[in-house]
């Protein structure tokens, strides 16, 4: 039996737990992302060793990551120099195995991960199915990150529809009033290019932390902000449902929610129990502050140290 050290790290975070062999949590801590959308093999992350050599003293004999990004080699390497006698496991977010074991865990028909991305995997008569999780360009219908742009996208609108600025956009702008007409052309290059610093950086997490900003916004009532949670709620419950129909699931199927998008599922719920409501109205679900960090842990003992 050994110490396992559970690594979750996506674009926006790294939530790490060290497991004694009882399953006890003996150390955790959370610090910045490191799922990156490239893989250098040799290229050094020196934030992460420094992070990573918090535990040196653990006794760790193996690491299991869950990795929502596409730079398993790197990870590999960073990880085997700080822990070379270590049994490493590295399994990409979008393979579900890790939210797999949650799943499993708590007797749900289907996961939705709801971060800074979105996924959701199913099981059914039919077999397994992963819907979404395609990253930022593509998918992750719903996320945090779409939720980030779509407040993004709101509030440069509102600058240029001449309307009074909503609590969004005064709180992304930081202007209080909407552009106006000019006598020069090139009178608006200085307030735009003030804007754009403003909102830098706009990687991955960079727009994803315009989510809590919009979900500020909404709690103080702000309607703008209201229905981009209330569309996010819908994009998320259609993820589940294309998971379970093509599983055969049946229609009191359930779902469990689990991710950062919890934190604030009184914000979207309203859109998802709608979407459910007319498309499969007997499904249940509830969301669960659940760390994928013991679904690494669990997909370790289970699957690796038990084989």
Request: with cysteine; aromatic share 8%; glycine share 12%.
């Amino acid at each position: 039996m050994k110490n396992i050290l559970a690594l979750d790290t996506g674009g926006s975070k790294t939530r790490a737990a060290l497991y004694s062999p009882n399953g006890e949590v003996l150390r955790e801590s959370i610090f910045r992302g490191f799922g990156l959308p490239v893989d250098e093999p040799y290229a050094q992350l020196p934030d992460l060793t420094a992070e990573l050599l918090a535990y040196s003293d653990g006794g760790v004999s193996a690491v299991c990551v869950n990795l929502g990004g596409k730079n398993e080699e790197q990870l590999r390497n960073v990880i085997k120099d700080t822990f070379p006698d270590a049994d490493i496991v590295i399994i990409r977010e979008s393979a579900g195995v890790i939210m797999n074991e949650i799943r499993v865990s708590e007797h749900a028909d289907a996961i939705l991960l709801a971060g800074t991305g979105a996924i959701a995997l199913a099981e059914g008569p039919r077999g397994y199915f992963v819907c979404d999780g395609w990253g930022a360009e593509l998918g992750d219908s719903g996320s945090g990150y779409w939720i980030g742009r779509e407040a993004l996208r709101t509030a440069l609108r509102q600058l240029e529809d001449g309307e009074e600025l909503s609590n969004l956009t005064r709180g992304i702008t930081g202007l209080t009033s909407a552009f106006c007409p000019k006598a020069a052309a090139d009178s608006f290059v200085d307030v735009r290019d003030a804007v754009r610093a403003r909102l830098r950086p706009l990687d991955r997490a960079g727009i994803a932390r315009f989510c809590k900003i919009c979900a500020e916004a909404a709690r103080e009532g702000d309607e703008f902000a209201a229905e981009i949670f209330t569309r996010a709620g819908g994009l998320l419950a259609e993820t589940c449902i294309r998971a379970l129909d093509r599983v055969g699931a049946r229609e009191d199927a359930s779902v469990l929610v689990i991710g950062g998008l919890t934190g604030c599922a009184g914000l979207w719920r309203r859109g998802f129990d709608e979407k459910l409501a007319h498309i499969r109205p007997r499904t249940k679900w509830r969301a669960a502050i659940m760390e994928l960090t013991k679904g690494a842990y669990n997909y370790y003992r289970n699957h690796i140290e038990g084989a």
